[in-house]
Nanobody
Framework: VQLVESGGGLVQAGGSLRLSCAAS????????MNWYRQAPGKERELVAS???????NYADSVKGRFTISRDNAKRTMYLQMISLKPEDTAVYYC????????WGQGTLVTVSS
């Protein structure tokens, strides 16, 4: 399984970013996909999940601001982030369980105040 994130960067508070996760080596269409993040000095936390059928769940801290989605034909997952806050600054990771726990290399999101 290979997961490759992209789309991170530096944005001002209140701004938006869209992260992408390109997946290969798995049956993407039947796999629940997750976004995690890890801020400096903090534990990794689950941000959002999306099932194969498109049902989504979010951490309370991002509800109403982040939207997770997937394109099974492109084998890609997305995280649209709006109204970004400095506390959203973290490395964002794509994750799934397909025969084993798999992680991408992460993409850094920095939100300046």
């Amino acid at each position: 399984v290979q997961l490759v994130e992209s789309g991170g960067g530096l944005v001002q508070a209140g701004g938006s970013l869209r992260l992408s996760c390109a997946a290969s080596g798995l049956n993407f269409g039947i796999t629940t996909m997750n976004w995690y993040r890890q801020a400096p000095g903090k534990e990794r936390e689950l941000v959002a999940s999306i099932t194969s059928g498109g049902s989504a769940n979010y951490a309370d801290s991002v509800k109403g601001r982040f939207t997770i989605s997937r394109d099974n034909a492109k084998r890609t997952m997305y995280l649209q982030m709006i109204s970004l806050k400095p506390e959203d600054t973290a490395v964002y990771y794509c994750n799934c369980w397909y025969r084993r726990d798999s992680w991408g290399q992460g993409t850094l999101v920095t939100v300046s105040s």
